[in-house]
């Protein structure tokens, strides 16, 4: 197959991008998704401060304006991200545990339901674990008044919400085998013990040289897939350029061929000149569109 998305479904996956509704009027920004691509995820557009800017008011004007560009092509979306600590209204921090717990159920619920059918897997829980060695949850409006257990009653309330989405639970830091995966994985092992509804585990894959694809990405995602939930990489970018960068994309694209749960990838964004990494060049599309080498790296992967 010539393009990223037909090769990824050659193999029974996915090959997404993150989109941000602010471009969606740019010729050369519009061909480039439509033509690779075959899943989106809104950037920013279906966060909570996006969505629910005060208490029980929602706003899904940019957040359509993807799913709706994306059903029209036939692709799949991403919904992301229900519970996070980040790009979350002020508002919401300030509520007492009881008015916080069902703030999160409400804003799940009218969410789920308003995008009912569309969406293909949500991240449900974004970034609970505290990076390096503690394995310990991040302290967050969530975690510090409702506890522990507001993962699982996130998890629950989505799936009573819209039945049919793949419920992922995503984070960063957690690619390679290390204190903070060992932290998730045990949560999802605690989970499908107990029948808490969870389907898929995200991760990132945010690589720099400070951070690098690790040896055993492969393994780990492996470890999660045997526990009986899909894998996903939901926001890959990798910092670099030239040989380097195509030969660490290359690697992604086979560890996640590798595991059959591994159902799909994501890049965050199209094009370099609009990577959230504002002063790098992670991504596949050069700041023209052009196609770097590592976007020849990862359709030949595929
Ligand atoms: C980033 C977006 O790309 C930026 O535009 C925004 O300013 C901040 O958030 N982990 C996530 C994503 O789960 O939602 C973040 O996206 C990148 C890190």
């Not at 400070?210 to 526990?227: I, K, T, W």
């Not at 990798?238 to 560890?255: F, M």
């Not at 770097?292 to 790296?297: E, I, L, S, V």
Request: glycine residues 8%; hydrophobic residues 35%.
């Amino acid at each position: 197959a010539s393009t990223l998305g037909a090769a990824a479904a050659e193999k029974g996956r996915y090959f997404g991008t993150a989109v941000a509704a602010n471009h969606l009027g740019e010729s050369q920004y519009v061909s480039t998704l439509n033509t690779e691509f075959n899943s989106v995820t809104p950037e920013n557009e279906m966060k909570w401060d996006a969505l629910e800017p005060t208490r029980n008011s929602f706003n899904y004007t940019s957040a359509d304006r993807i799913v709706s560009h994306a059903q029209s092509r036939g692709m799949k979306v991403r919904g992301h991200t229900l519970v996070w600590h980040s790009q979350l209204p002020s508002w919401v921090s300030g509520l007492s545990a009881t008015d916080l717990r069902s703030a999160m159920n409400n804003h799940i619920t009218q969410v789920m339901t308003h995008y009912k059918g569309k969406i293909h897997s949500w991240d449900v829980v974004n970034e609970a674990f505290q990076d390096g060695s503690s394995g310990a949850r991040r302290s967050s409006p969530f975690q510090d008044k409702l506890g522990n257990g507001f993962i699982e009653e996130a998890f629950r309330t989505a799936r009573a919400a819209d039945p049919n989405a793949k419920l992922c639970y995503n984070d960063y830091n957690t690619d390679g085998v290390n204190a903070k995966s060992n932290a998730v994985y045990s949560m999802v092992k605690d989970f499908k013990a107990r029948g808490v509804p969870i389907d898929c585990v995200g991760f990132q894959s945010h690589f720099n040289s400070a951070s690098p694809v690790p040896s055993d990405f492969q393994a780990n995602l492996q470890r999660f897939a045997d526990l009986g939930v899909d894998v996903q990489i939901t926001e890959l970018d990798i910092e670099g350029s030239g040989t380097s960068q195509a030969n660490s994309y290359s690697n992604v694209v086979k560890a996640c061929l590798a595991v059959s749960r591994c159902t799909g990838i994501t890049v965050w964004g199209i094009t370099d000149k609009y990577s959230w990494r504002s002063s790098g060049t992670p991504l596949l599309f050069d700041g023209n569109y052009n196609k770097k080498p590592a976007y020849t790296a990862v359709l030949t992967a595929l």
